[in-house]
């Protein structure tokens, strides 16, 4: 049967862009199904994109010539890598954007997108054909059929957004919930829980006395996001810093019970990583202050966020904790802050490709899938706009693994975990961190991505130039070798082991820099400044990398032992009844994804190896 589309995806915001123009990339005719256009690209709370952890996720979405790290780039009004004095493995890219041209960008970008269609409307049902989704109802009747459908509706299912003791429902401050979408998907059956997030009052930037306050700057040599990205665009401007004090977190106090969250209202678990200033006041109130970030929304307004002090009380208590902040004595609140309540989809229910397994032809991503920020919600979009593009047009699953990408550790984590709060990316979640790093996300994702057939032309060839660059500059440097004596005798105290030692084995040693080489042997002068920053840190952790080709080696052995998709959990004998049913909702790909659910046990899953082999 011919469809009007190959792939449908509902919803412009983050996973949303990333997951109708992944689909597009591949070939497949995609159509977009949101609210209206102008939603698409929207920053529901902090305008910012990347951190710890995060910033590696936008690199690799980049790597996959994804969009949000070159919107970032061109939105970006203070660019900050974190971790700056750590090692570059957890160092994190972080950008503050200008929330109206992040927008503006991302609509340029769906616009000019080959094979997109923008259809602007409310997602209320969807078609079937038997137990398979092959499209959308629209709220006003009109029907768009597709091989596949991706659902990125973020905060919006059955939304409900609460200050102090007033609730009411909402999809985010301005948008009406998806009430009929939830009731549709209540009757597919999937486990859905209930999650809560919350953000500060906006204020008014005129009202505020900046005079006194703390001045952050943005990084003199700013870490762009994309791999293709040269230089900032926008004109880059300074935060500024207070704290709350002791009369803010009196005021407080005296009115927790006024506060959304801790009157009852709210049933939601809200994000550990990102609490509301009345979670900070109560959790750790042995502190009498705690740091506000004063953010410039953009360059065009006088917007600022607050960030740091998150709520959900009353406005006239909001009015008063903020006016006893250093510097907003006198600050006008442009836009309260809420809490917001939403279902989410236990994500156990998905596979790798994050399809939902019951139902064919769906596919969910973003913070549907219990996941909290722009960044967990693109690169879900990503790898969901790749699957269903890849379903439509017959071609193999695209999935990713915990040894090549931080979007496999999220994905794997998703599946086989499931979330019990706001799920957030962080390095440590990453057991390959040494391997995984923002600064080689695309040694490691590009070729995927070209094989798969999702990278453009200018990225392919910026990619190859690149790559062909490092080998020559690395094969140049691994063909000179030094013994110790020469070493010494040029002022460098090294082990007196004996060790010949190349070129690019030096990089690898604390007191050799590139500089250092190019005093040994001026030619290396010539190698590019980029070319040299890469080699340097693949360098330094080379040695470690090859430590941990084992646990990869193993890892990738585990996630080739298939488990059938039928396969029968509850029949298996020698099994406890708890770990049954776990597996039985996980319904897990492989033997690496069995053994990472919880309470598995090295006993367990030798059985469960050992039943796999004899089913087939
Ligand atoms: P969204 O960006 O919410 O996009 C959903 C899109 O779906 C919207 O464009 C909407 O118009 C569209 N849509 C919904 N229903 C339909 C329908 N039926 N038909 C058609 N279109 C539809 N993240 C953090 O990391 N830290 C925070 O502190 C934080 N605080 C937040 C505070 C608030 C109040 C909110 C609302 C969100 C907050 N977030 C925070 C979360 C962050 O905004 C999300 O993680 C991110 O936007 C998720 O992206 P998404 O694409 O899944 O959903």
Known sequence: MKHDFDVIVVGGGHAGADAAHAAARMGARTALVTLTFESIGVMSCNPAIGGLGKGHLVREIDALDGVMGRVADKAGIQFRLLNRRKGPAVQGPRAQADRKIYREEMQREMRDCPNLTIVEGEAADFLM????????????????????????????????????????????????????????????????????????????????????????PGDDDPTLFSFLSSKVSAQQISCGITHTNEQTHEIIEKNIGKSAMYSGRIEGVGPRYCPSIEDKI?????????????????????????????????EDIQHDYVRSIKGLENVTILQPGYAIEYDYVDSRALDSRLAVRDVPGLFLAGQINGTTGYEEAAAQGLVAGLNAAAVALGRDPITFSRSNSYIGVMVDDLITRGVSEPYRMFTSRAEFRLSLRAD????????????????????????????????????????????PKELVTAGHAVNQDGKRRNGYELLALQQFDFDALVALRPEWGAIDEASR??????????????????????????EQQRIPTDFDYMAMEGLSNELKMK??????????????????????????????????
């Open 282 to 314: 109560v959790r750790f109130a042995e502190k009498s202050s705690h740091q506000v970030f004063l953010e410039p929304e953009s360059l065009s307004d006088n917007v600022i966020y607050p960030n740091g002090i998150s709520t959900s009380l009353p």
């Open 129 to 216: 054909s038997g137990a398979e989704v092959r499209g959308v109802r629209l709220a006003d009747g009109s029907e768009i059929s597709a091989s596949a459908v991706v659902l990125t509706t973020g905060t919006f299912l059955r939304g409900l957004i609460h200050i102090g003791q007033v609730s009411r429902p909402g999809g985010r401050m301005g948008d009406k919930p998806s009430v009929k979408l939830a009731e549709r998907i209540d009757q597919f059956g999937l486990p859905l829980g209930r999650l809560k997030t919350g953000t500060p009052p906006r204020l008014d930037g005129t009202t505020i006395d900046w005079s006194d306050l703390e001045v952050q």
């Open 440 to 483: 080689n996300a695309d040694q490691r994702l590009t070729p995927l991505g070209i094989e798969v057939g999702c990278v453009g032309a200018e990225r392919k060839q910026a990619f190859e130039a690149k790559m062909s660059a490092l080998a020559e500059a690395r094969q140049d440097m691994e063909s000179v070798v030094f013994t």
């Open 533 to 558: 920053d890469q080699l340097s840190k693949d360098a330094m952790y080379a040695n470690y990398i090859l430590r941990q080709e084992r646990d990869v080696a193993v890892l990738k052995r585990d």
């Open 583 to 616: 597996l039985n909702a996980a319904r897990p790909d492989n033997i690496g994804q069995a053994g990472r659910i919880d309470g598995m046990t090295p006993a367990a899953l030798t059985l469960l190896l050992a039943k796999v082999r004899q089913s087939r």
